[in-house]
């Protein structure tokens, strides 16, 4: 009688490899969808994208206030921009002087906006009937609720500290642009009629 030595076949329980091919499909699942499905029960965090949507809604038609207001109409007042931040926020931040740089608020006050729990806002206005004239302030508690999503899908946290820009048209070199930033107490988003106004006035909006 022969005796095969090392010629006993190797076999994979078809079980063990059905739950081994679950597991890696799993890890990768959670690699690259892990963060949305850990958030999406807490149903607390904000996408950024739909703010901006209602923002620019609300731009227009603040815009459209500030062209047929009174020539007599008086704009917000330092007190009265400091009244609003507090009445809304409950905050003490205050926006930027920005009239060195020709802007000065024509019009303000409280701005509801989605995932926002108490936000207010403030249009400029410079001198001239250029297009670009109008700069609007957008400002809301942050509490960390704000997020935007990578290529992946994933959701990303707003940081302290950290700058979100973009432009509403890419193919469109005078689109109208958006700059947001957290500076941990508050969530402070600009409005303009072109990114290049935006970098313009980058340092003394106080972005990062």
């Known amino acids: 009688m022969r005796v095969r030595i090392g010629d006993e076949r190797k076999s994979f ?16 699942l959670v690699g690259i969808y892990g963060r949305r499905l850990d958030e999406r029960p807490s149903g607390n965090l904000v996408p950024l994208g739909e703010v901006l949507d209602a923002l620019r809604q609300m731009q227009v038609a603040m815009q459209l206030d500030a062209i047929h207001r009174s020539p007599d109409a008086a704009g917000p007042t330092s007190s009265d ?48 009937d250029q297009a670009d004239r109008f700069l609007l302030l957008f400002f809301t508690p942050d509490h960390g609720r704000f997020v935007t999503f990578d290529t992946y899908g994933r959701a990303e946290s707003l940081m302290s500290s950290q700058t979100f820009a973009e432009v509403d048209d890419e193919t469109d070199p005078a689109s109208a642009a958006t700059l947001a930033y957290s500076n941990g107490e508050m969530l402070v988003i600009y409005r303009a009629a072109s990114a290049e106004v935006l970098e313009q006035l980058r340092n003394t909006l106080g972005a990062p």
Do not use: K, M, N, Q
């Open 13 to 28: 329980h078809p079980v063990a490899l059905s739950v081994a091919i679950l597991l890696v499909c799993a890890a990768i």
């Open 81 to 128: 921009i400091a009244e609003l931040v507090r009445s809304t926020t409950g905050g003490s931040w205050r926006p930027p002087d920005l009239a060195p740089s020709g802007f000065v608020p024509v019009i303000g006050g409280p701005i509801d906006l989605p995932g926002c729990a108490g936000g207010g806002g403030l249009l400029y206005e410079r001198d001239g």
